[in-house]
């Protein structure tokens, strides 16, 4: 039987009623998701806070005992001194080695803290000027194996100024550190504007880094190589990480291995 154009109307009009009650749903289930996602991120941020607290504190209250166990193996050391057999100075030696490794450890935990909790303080700031401190506090040990640093025509942004002399350092700290054995190491910093924000570049002729590793050097405590050959905790780059998103920016690193690295991150 040949449907009229008032059943016709009938059944869209249905239709339309059952499109309504099912958006009705779809957004009281959005709208429960939300909450639900709200109540997440809320537990997220006070576990977060209560985490670095408590690493706050705990690395507060280790770095007297840890001041200890230093001084007393350089007193021992010393009272000791022509007395003890090579096997005793090698175990005092390595002691003394894990204690200030300790201590850099704590530090580093200190200041990663530091950074996700101290207020963002902004200020007009010259990237030449904060690339001429960051090579000053360097200056040892770009002398010990002639680095060769060059950058010029960097801008003027808002930035907390103290955050990212440390982001340089530990930049042009890690390109000195992983360079090629009996090559100097030459580090160009530049900076361009991509559309409302600034690319910043530190590109190197290290040693260079794995594709499959290019996500994970900016992981807490991650290391590609034994801390004999390579010092340092493995929280540089993640506290690099921290201090360019706290400006809103990202970073990543392009690298191929014997052919150097290429740190970018941007700012507004």
Request: aromatic letters at 8%; glycine letters at 4%; charged letters at 30%.
């Amino acid at each position: 039987m040949k449907k009229t154009k008032r059943d016709l109307l009938l059944e869209t009009d249905l239709r339309l009623q059952e499109i309504a009650q099912e958006l009705f749903m779809t957004k009281q289930e959005l709208e429960k998701k939300n909450k639900e996602l709200e109540r997440f991120n809320k537990e997220l941020e006070r576990s977060n806070k209560e985490l670095e607290e408590f690493a706050l504190a705990a690395s507060h209250d280790l770095r007297e005992p840890i001041r200890k166990i230093i001084g007393f193996t350089q007193v021992f050391s010393r009272e000791f001194k022509g007395k003890m057999d090579e096997n005793s100075k090698e175990n005092i030696g390595f002691i003394t080695e894990g204690a200030q490794r300790m201590r850099m450890l704590i530090d580093d935990i200190l200041e990663f803290s530091r950074v996700g909790r101290a207020e963002l303080t902004l200020e007009m700031v010259s990237f030449n000027d904060i690339v001429k401190e960051a090579l000053d506090n360097l200056q040892q040990a770009i002398k010990d194996h002639q680095a060769k640093i060059q950058y010029n025509n960097l801008p003027i942004l808002a930035v907390h100024k103290i955050y990212m002399i440390r982001l340089f350092q530990n930049l042009i700290e890690n390109a000195i550190k992983y360079r090629k054995e009996n090559v100097p190491p030459e580090i160009t910093i530049t900076a361009q504007k991509d559309k409302s924000k600034w690319l910043f570049s530190v590109r190197d002729n290290s040693i260079g880094i794995e594709k499959e590793f290019h996500q994970r050097i900016f992981i807490i405590f991650q290391r590609l190589h034994p801390k004999d050959k390579y010092p340092g905790t493995g929280m540089g780059l993640t506290l690099c990480q921290k201090i360019v998103e706290r400006h809103g920016g990202r970073i990543w690193v392009e690298s191929q291995p014997g052919q150097g690295s290429t740190f970018k991150f941007t700012l507004s």
